[in-house]
């Protein structure tokens, strides 16, 4: 049996509570991570420019939401 990776957080009704559980699930991140090396080692120029972009646009995003809450 596979379980989820992403852990589920349940009766969140605070936006900065909301804020910090995004900030600090890293699962895909780190998963893109992985995928990004993959790609670069298989010489996948194209997958791994994708992934590149993405994990740049979500490192950019959660230092953002890091700042919001202070």
């Known amino acids: 049996?596979?379980?989820?990776?992403?852990?589920?957080?349940?009766?969140?009704?605070?936006?900065?509570?909301?804020?910090?559980?995004?900030i600090n699930s890293a699962v895909l991140l780190d998963k893109e991570r992985?995928?990004?090396?993959?790609?670069?080692?298989q010489n996948d120029e194209v997958t791994a420019a994708m992934m590149s972009d993405l994990i740049g646009k979500q490192e950019k995003t959660n230092w953002m939401l890091k700042a919001y809450l202070g």
């Open 1 to 22: 049996m596979t379980y989820a990776e992403i852990a589920t957080a349940a009766k969140v009704s605070n936006g900065d509570t909301a804020i910090a559980h995004l």
């Open 34 to 41: 992985t995928l990004f090396q993959f790609a670069s080692d």
